[in-house]
């Protein structure tokens, strides 16, 4: 089966972020929004997709020159959707490619491979004609309400887009349409009959609305299982960066003092000079526990380490055969498998790392950084740390978080959970960092604080500048909270609820702050906007030809 993703659209309602990117490209959890569902068809179990169609359209060569012609195992392919006349006119510009079956998913989604296959599982089973994905939401009038035949039915009788809710519209359902689809050929006529009565723009709903009255009981929608997320408004896309960090999934780091039989002397020699595995030996490094078993190789060796079900051994399997019992103790009753990672770059002394920290080649952790990735229970968190970055000393990181590649953070900086920084970022001295997304090449210069807010790329904020994420109207005060009224946020030509009652600033690619300059909630600042030292920015700036 082929693959396509929607990309082509101008997403003004995302701007200033997409301004100078198409919406896919927007990076959320330290990846852009579309390399998350590639990966996700790349994982699936149900369908091997082997060629993935891109439909592009504005700022096409963002996303040409980040994915080139091939991910993983997937071949890509580039339509270029010339006229950008809704999502049905996307899909009619394959016609002449795609096979006899095809998936489609909407380029502001972000969805899991687990959802692709509850999506592709549940069309074989009712061998449909067309399927959509559906899901529940709180507030429908953003999406295409879904009418089925009957409650707890499968069978597609009517799409209504972005209705307005009434309260006594009982009629109402917030069953919406997911916007992940699978066609066959059949599609292309109903999108050739629907664009004789439409005007501009036609979409895909009103395709499926064709379809139903031709493909009688042939068209079906399932709530699937496994993640999805819609970024159609700027704030949307912190909650998806919460999610995905929370995550991430790699190979942790431990020390020597955390394996079992680490009195042995000959495990320890085979370990070190055969295999390549590295400890720290002066930082505190703390253990964790997995669910699954690892193996590590190099050249023709591999290790796997496991624990019995009984926690009575532990068996250190090598390649050849050879294996090695371990000393343990008994702690829970929990199967404890240790998992290794090679030491790609450097900690020094006295460096404190806990929880799931990857440290990527060439990275150095300085003294006295100080890396905590649990929660309040002390359990685990993901916090990735990319190649060639140096954390200076002083600077303290909290999990979940996401670090690029060739990033400087520090010295004594604060980096607060569920932030992500793209590759050559630099936060600078004193700085505080909570709950945003950084882009690439972006510097925040000394004693800067930025929360809850999303930064284009190449940003140069000068020192002392301040991105405020709270309303002072209407605080209320508690012993260990602050809270205030939902932040506002100009969307287009309206201000809209952003429903978060914590949200910074939006800056798109390449803007500029003198120092000192303090930048209040929700406010939008376009591409290339310079701003002089000491300004006080309450109001959204536009920058020359940018259309609202």
Same mark, same amino acid.
């Not at 590639?38 to 020159?65: C, P, T």
């Not at 809270?483 to 009652?501: A, L, P, T, Y």
């Given at each position: 089966?082929?693959?396509?993703?929607?990309?082509?659209?101008?997403?003004?309602?995302?701007?200033?972020?997409?301004?100078?990117?198409?919406?896919?490209?927007?990076?959320?959890?330290?990846?852009?929004?579309?390399?998350?569902?590639?990966?996700?068809?790349?994982?699936?179990?149900?369908?091997?997709?082997?060629?993935?169609?891109?439909?592009?359209?504005?700022?096409?060569?963002?996303?040409?020159?980040?994915?080139?012609?091939?991910?993983?195992?997937?071949?890509?392919?580039?339509?270029?959707?010339?006229?950008?006349?809704?999502?049905?006119?996307?899909?009619?510009?394959?016609?002449?490619?795609?096979?006899?079956?095809?998936?489609?998913?909407?380029?502001?989604?972000?969805?899991?491979?687990?959802?692709?296959?509850?999506? &592709?599982?549940?069309?074989? !089973?009712?061998?449909?004609?067309?399927?959509?994905?559906?899901?529940?939401?709180?507030?429908?009038?953003?999406?295409?309400?879904?009418?089925?035949?009957?409650?707890?039915?499968?069978?597609?009788?009517?799409?209504?887009?972005?209705?307005?809710?009434?309260?006594?519209?009982?009629?109402?359902?917030?069953?919406?349409?997911?916007?992940?689809?699978?066609?066959?050929?059949?599609?292309?006529?109903?999108?050739?009959?629907?664009?004789?009565?439409?005007?501009?723009?036609?979409?895909?709903?009103?395709?499926?609305?064709?379809?139903?009255?031709?493909?009688?009981?042939?068209?079906?929608?399932?709530?699937?299982?496994?993640?999805?997320?819609?970024?159609?408004?700027?704030?949307?896309?912190?909650?998806?960066?919460?999610?995905?960090?929370?995550?991430?999934?790699?190979?942790?780091?431990?020390?020597?003092?955390?394996?079992?039989?680490?009195? !042995?002397?000959?495990?320890?020699?085979?370990?070190?000079?055969?295999?390549?595995?590295?400890?720290?030996?002066?930082?505190?490094?703390?253990?964790?526990?997995?669910?699954?078993?690892?193996?590590?190789?190099?050249?023709?060796?591999?290790?796997?380490?496991?624990?019995?079900?009984?926690?009575?051994?532990?068996?250190?399997?090598?390649?050849?055969?050879?294996?090695?019992?371990?000393?343990?103790?008994?702690?829970?009753?929990?199967?404890?498998?240790?998992?290794?990672?090679?030491?790609?770059?450097?900690?020094?002394?006295?460096?404190?790392?806990?929880?799931?920290?990857?440290?990527?080649?060439?990275?150095?952790?300085?003294?006295?950084?100080?890396?905590?990735? &649990?929660?309040?229970?002390?359990?685990?968190?993901?916090?990735?740390?990319?190649?060639?970055?140096?954390?200076?000393?002083?600077?303290?990181?909290?999990?979940?978080?996401?670090?690029?590649?060739?990033?400087?953070?520090?010295?004594?900086?604060?980096?607060?959970?569920?932030?992500?920084?793209?590759?050559?970022?630099?936060?600078?001295?004193?700085?505080?960092?909570?709950?945003?997304?950084?882009?690439?090449?972006?510097?925040?210069?000394?004693?800067?604080?930025?929360?809850?807010?999303?930064?284009?790329?190449?940003?140069?904020?000068?020192?002392?500048?301040?991105?405020?994420?709270?309303?002072?109207?209407?605080?209320?005060?508690?012993?260990?909270?602050?809270?205030?009224?939902?932040?506002?946020?100009?969307?287009?030509?309206?201000?809209?609820?952003?429903?978060?009652?914590?949200?910074?600033?939006?800056?798109?690619?390449?803007?500029?702050?003198?120092?000192?300059?303090?930048?209040?909630?929700?406010?939008?600042?376009?591409?290339?906007?310079?701003?002089?030292?000491?300004?006080?920015?309450?109001?959204?700036?536009?920058?020359?030809?940018?259309?609202?």
């Amino acid at each position: 089966m082929d693959a396509v993703i929607l990309a082509a659209g101008k997403s003004r309602k995302l701007r200033p972020l997409t301004s100078t990117r198409p919406k896919p490209m927007i990076m959320v959890g330290g990846k852009p929004m579309i390399y998350w569902d590639l990966e996700a068809l790349f994982k699936s179990s149900s369908e091997k997709f082997e060629r993935v169609f891109i439909v592009v359209g504005f700022k096409q060569e963002k996303i040409r020159e980040y994915l080139g012609n091939k991910f993983m195992d997937i071949e890509i392919e580039y339509i270029e959707q010339k006229q950008l006349l809704g999502t049905a006119h996307a899909v009619s510009v394959l016609e002449d490619k795609v096979g006899d079956e095809f998936l489609v998913i909407n380029g502001d989604l972000i969805v899991s491979w687990g959802f692709i296959d509850d999506l &592709v599982n549940n069309h074989r !089973d009712h061998n449909s004609s067309a399927t959509l994905s559906l899901r529940h939401v709180e507030n429908p009038s953003e999406f295409g309400v879904v009418e089925l035949n009957r409650e707890g039915g499968h069978i597609i009788k009517n799409i209504r887009e972005k209705p307005k809710i009434e309260t006594s519209d009982n009629s109402t359902s917030y069953l919406v349409n997911a916007g992940v689809y699978i066609f066959n050929k059949n599609i292309f006529d109903a999108i050739r009959r629907i664009r004789k009565a439409e005007s501009v723009e036609y979409d895909i709903p009103k395709a499926i609305n064709d379809l139903t009255k031709v493909q009688i009981n042939l068209v079906h929608g399932f709530e699937c299982d496994g993640m999805w997320m819609s970024i159609r408004r700027p704030w949307d896309l912190l909650d998806a960066n919460e999610i995905l960090l929370k995550n991430m999934k790699f190979l942790y780091l431990f020390s020597w003092d955390n394996i079992p039989g680490k009195d !042995d002397g000959k495990l320890r020699k085979f370990l070190e000079e055969d295999v390549g595995l590295e400890w720290a030996e002066n930082a505190e490094i703390h253990k964790s526990n997995a669910d699954t078993t690892i193996n590590i190789s190099k050249d023709e060796n591999s290790v796997e380490i496991m624990m019995d079900a009984k926690k009575e051994k532990a068996t250190l399997k090598i390649s050849g055969g050879r294996t090695h019992d371990l000393k343990v103790k008994k702690e829970d009753d929990k199967l404890n498998l240790y998992k290794f990672h090679k030491l790609k770059g450097k900690i020094e002394d006295y460096a404190v790392i806990k929880g799931d920290v990857y440290i990527g080649e060439n990275t150095v952790i300085k003294s006295g950084a100080y890396i905590e990735s &649990v929660d309040e229970k002390g359990k685990p968190l993901p916090c990735y740390i990319g190649s060639n970055t140096e954390v200076r000393p002083g600077t303290h990181i909290k999990g979940p978080c996401y670090i690029g590649d060739n990033c400087i953070i520090g010295p004594n900086c604060f980096i607060r959970p569920h932030t992500s920084l793209g590759d050559w970022v630099h936060i600078g001295n004193a700085v505080d960092l909570k709950n945003s997304i950084v882009m690439s090449n972006t510097l925040i210069c000394h004693l800067g604080y930025v929360a809850d807010s999303i930064i284009g790329e190449g940003c140069n904020l000068d020192a002392g500048t301040k991105i405020q994420n709270l309303e002072f109207e209407n605080l209320k005060i508690s012993k260990f909270s602050v809270i205030g009224d939902n932040i506002r946020v100009k969307v287009m030509h309206e201000f809209v609820n952003s429903g978060r009652s914590k949200f910074g600033a939006i800056l798109g690619d390449e803007v500029k702050t003198g120092i000192n300059v303090s930048i209040m909630p929700g406010v939008s600042i376009y591409p290339e906007a310079w701003i002089e030292a000491g300004s006080v920015v309450r109001n959204p700036i536009y920058t020359e030809g940018e259309e609202i």
